[in-house]
């Protein structure tokens, strides 16, 4: 078995760049993360970039304040100025929806990572930037930040050039990403007064469902597929992380074995042969984006080995789209209503 730390918006990315690399007839690389495709940019982007001012510090503090700046560390360790009230963002990361939560809406974004999100509807009038990030594209939509998940310090180095340029780290726990996100954009209350909404309505969801007959201590497992025939159970990303949420179902004890070793794990590599290991009391299927993974998932369902698991024989399966069980902030509200529907139906 192989264990993987990705998170599970990664492996969402993975999925959809599969599909690109497949149809480009490329062969799929295995990086799991964006860094390596981030750092091939688009031809004569360095050129026009390499022209644009640097954004620098001014070595002045009151200078700063008064001009509507602040200084500001990334979790790389980068310094830099940063405006105080930034109006023109540019996001580049898996957690988009974090920002419609706060109220904030991108002048930039790579469009190609909403396909097939909760939140996809709400991203008119965004510019794409593509993916990897186009440099061209960004510096033509003059931003006065622009907000990174990358880690290619050559991809800094040249956005950087462009505006002020923020490394963000969007696998952090939700309630570090928020409070940190909502700091940067200006919008700390806000970000203070979603999570505590989204704390309310957690603890009204599983209220909900343990007064529908959700009984104490019952396990789950989440469970996907990634194309070359590829399970995964996942551990702490997606909609396992709601799941195994204050108050409800219990992971598998494969799957907390799993936890205890490593808190961070986001999924896990398993065999088919091996499922009935880490299957709880009810199973959630993520339906997965290319067709081959898809055509997996079918020949799982109808297998022996599945057929013999206990919440198979229960009827306590549920399936739900790979792209609609995303980490970011505005999924998670959704799913607070979506997952009392999936086990109600």
Not at 3 to 18: D, E, H, N, W, Y
Not at 172 to 189: D, F, N, S, V, W
Not at 224 to 248: K, W
Not at 287 to 302: F, G, I, N, R, Y
């Amino acid at each position: 078995m192989r264990k993987i730390r990705q998170p599970f918006a990664g492996l969402c990315v993975i999925f959809l760049m599969s599909i690109v690399l497949l149809a480009c007839g490329n062969s799929e690389k295995q990086s799991g993360g964006n860094a390596a495709d981030a750092a091939a940019t688009p031809s004569g982007s360095n050129a026009a970039v390499n022209a644009a001012p640097s954004s620098g510090t001014t070595g002045n503090a009151a200078a700063d304040t008064a001009s509507g700046m602040r200084a500001y560390t990334d979790y790389k360790g980068h310094s830099m100025e940063i405006p105080v009230q930034p109006k023109r963002v540019i996001f580049s990361g898996e957690t988009y929806g974090d920002l419609l939560a706060l109220g904030v809406q991108a002048v930039g974004y790579p469009l190609s990572m909403g396909e097939g999100q909760v939140y996809e509807d709400k991203l008119q009038g965004v510019e794409d930037v593509g993916f990897p990030i186009n440099l061209e594209k960004t510096l033509e939509l003059q931003p006065d930040l622009i907000i990174y998940a990358g880690t290619d310090e050559a991809d800094f180095e040249a956005l950087s050039k462009i505006a002020p340029t923020i490394i963000f780290n969007t696998f952090a726990p939700l309630k570090e990403r928020m409070l940190e996100l909502g700091g940067i954009l200006g919008k700390t209350k806000e970000a203070e007064a979603w999570l505590t909404r989204y704390k309310t309505g957690e603890r009204a969801m599983w209220e909900q469902l343990q007064s529908a007959g959700m009984k104490p201590g019952e396990t789950a497992s989440v469970f996907t597929y990634y194309p070359g025939d590829r399970l995964f159970v996942m551990a702490a990303t997606g909609l396992s992380q709601v799941l195994y949420g204050e108050n409800g179902f219990k992971p598998a004890p494969a799957i907390q074995k799993l936890l205890d070793a490593d808190p961070d794990l986001g999924f896990q590599e398993i065999s088919m042969e091996v499922i009935g290991e880490y299957a709880g009391d009810r199973i959630f299927i993520l339906t997965p984006v290319a067709d081959e993974a898809k055509q997996s998932t079918d020949k799982l369902m109808q297998s022996k080995v599945w057929q013999s698991l206990p919440a198979v024989k229960n009827g306590q399966v549920y399936t739900q789209d790979i792209m609609k069980t995303s980490s970011d902030a505005t999924t998670r509200e959704w799913l607070l209503g979506e997952i009392p529907r999936m086990l109600n139906k």
